[in-house]
């Protein structure tokens, strides 16, 4: 049962990548979910394809009583969803399981932004003289300057960046391509990184990759995150912070100043204005607070 389940999970992952062209991340996913159900019902002696509403239901209750978040619930009902609808669709099963089984119903948490000064320290933390500590900077650099995905910042490769026109070419969500520009601090912080710190790590040999480690291959999300919290840590900022936190920031800080917001949609690369609205309301929080502070009768 445990091969049926496997090769039934391959064909389902193969098939969705080609039709929607999903990230790995994505698909790795959908893997980890439906192998939590598919072990959920081999414990009941069923197989994953004839799971039933009932069963669904059963083992999102047993997920909850573990201490799952309703988040964590959704997440999987969304895994579901996608798997059910497409052996449908294949004329594996005469009906969906998922179809009268309503999502737990979510807060929409507003993204945590750095402030300006804090951002400005974390910036500053990493020991340049140092061939890591310059990669570092250089990543940090990037990140706040033009608001990529951590997955997209470190599969930067040489050839996606333009240094004379100060624009990266991004292959984000769903394969979609987009033009990213740096500004020009970010740049030079890039022109530098290349000229000394990159050729010490790789010591002679060739990568594509434009970020690389002392291992002489490319940073990975994970590596890229410790980083990243070991120098938000040397500046000084007790709150826990990530690299999409910076990602936020660049966000926030834009409309702080002004910027449109579709503008910022486009450096984003979101596919939905809704999405990025989101950030308009930590923008107008900003704004509020500045008043209070500033303003004679704030």
Sequence with gaps: MATEHSELLDLFLDSTWAERGLSRNTLRSYRYDLMQLAGHQRRAGQSLAAASREDLLHFLAVQLQSGRSPRTLSR??????????????????????????????????????LSEQQVTDLLEAPDISTAVGLRDRTMLEMMYASGLRVSELVGLELASVNLNQGVVRITGKAGKERLVPVGEEAMDWLRRYLREARPRLMGGRDCPVLFVTARRDGMTRQAFWYAIRKHARAAGISQPVSPHMLRHSFATHLLNHGADLRVVQLLLGHSDLSTTQIYTHIAREGLKQLHSRHHPRG
């Design 76 to 113: 999987y009902l969304s895994s579901f969803r996608q798997f059910y609808r497409w052996l449908l669709r294949e004329g594996r099963i005469a009906s969906d399981p998922t179809a009268l089984i309503e999502s737990p119903k979510l807060g929409r948490g507003l993204p945590k932004a």
